[in-house]
């Protein structure tokens, strides 16, 4: 008996399941494949994000508002910054409606390969799949910010132009944006541990390097350029323009910004694709 099953054994045919040896594009294919797992692996972070929540996803709203509050004392009150001829609680909320979603993902996405680590070292699948699930999770607190929002202009008798048409190329531009930097956050944080210790406090100073609580306008032309380089600075003028009748942005800003985003996206989905198959022997 114990000869067949060493015979039986040996003659079991073993099936090994793995990336691709070859860089062959971001795998959209095998992605598609597995767009049940995304599904639920973004079911899952919305369940466990409000288990046990007194208020449930109004945390979506709270966080943006209390903001908004501060910026408006602060920096409209204080400081006098101009907010072009608006009502500064609708032009600092209009961009942290975005802003917060982008940083919710962000921090999402940096542990998403960590805290899965019991997936990765059991099956193969795309590795891929979990930033992405946690940018894709981020819209629902994202609509629900939206539609206060939206409340807001009703308030304040804001109507949007016809620039609202181009709001869904600004969603995907922001969910790009967040992606193109989660990508390699993720990717750095297996390696180094120090990243998802250190993001909380650089996305705070990123904040205040983007024109979320003042104007693009406000800032000097020699260093309008150099902020162009945030990927945040197109997100944040393009639904300002687009939701509040904000004059056109300037080209070089925007331009720059959708460069590094491109840059960034497509630089790190290459980086993550040839190390992926080394996750499941580091985390």
């Known amino acids: 008996m114990a000869l067949y099953e060493g015979v039986a054994a040996a003659d079991s045919p073993e099936v090994i399941i793995k990336p691709q040896q070859r860089w062959s594009g971001i795998g959209v294919k095998e992605l598609w494949d597995c767009r049940e797992l995304l599904y639920f692996l973004v079911w899952r972070d919305v369940k466990v994000r409000y288990k046990q929540t007194a208020i449930g996803a109004s945390w979506a709203v709270i966080q943006p508002l209390i903001t908004m509050v501060l910026f408006t004392a602060v920096f ?117 541990r120090d990243v998802g210790q250190a993001i909380p406090f650089l996305v705070q100073l990123w904040l205040f390097a983007s024109p979320v609580a003042y104007p693009l306008s406000e800032v000097s032309e020699r260093w309008r350029v150099l902020l162009g380089l945030n990927p945040m600075t197109g997100v944040i003028e393009g639904f300002r323009w687009a939701l509040l009748g904000k004059q056109v942005p300037d080209t070089m800003p925007m331009v720059l910004s959708a460069t590094v985003v491109l840059l960034l996206l497509v630089s790190g989905v290459v980086y993550f694709r040839r190390v992926e198959a080394t996750f499941a022997d580091v985390v």
């Open 76 to 192: 409209s009150k204080l400081a006098g910054i101009s907010s072009e001829d608006l009502p500064y609680p609708i032009f600092s909320f209009a961009a942290l409606v975005p802003w917060t979603y982008f940083s919710r993902s962000l921090n999402q996405s940096i542990t998403s390969v960590v805290g899965n680590a019991h997936l990765i070292t059991k099956v193969y699948f795309p590795r891929l799949l979990l930033p992405i699930s946690a940018v894709v999770g981020g819209l629902i607190d994202f609509a629900i910010a939206f539609v206060f929002l939206l409340g807001m202009m009703a308030w304040y008798r804001i109507t949007p132009t016809w620039g609202v048409l181009l709001l869904p190329v600004l969603i995907l531009f922001t969910m790009l944006t967040a992606l193109a930097v989660s990508v390699w956050l993720s990717v750095l944080n297996v390696r180094y």
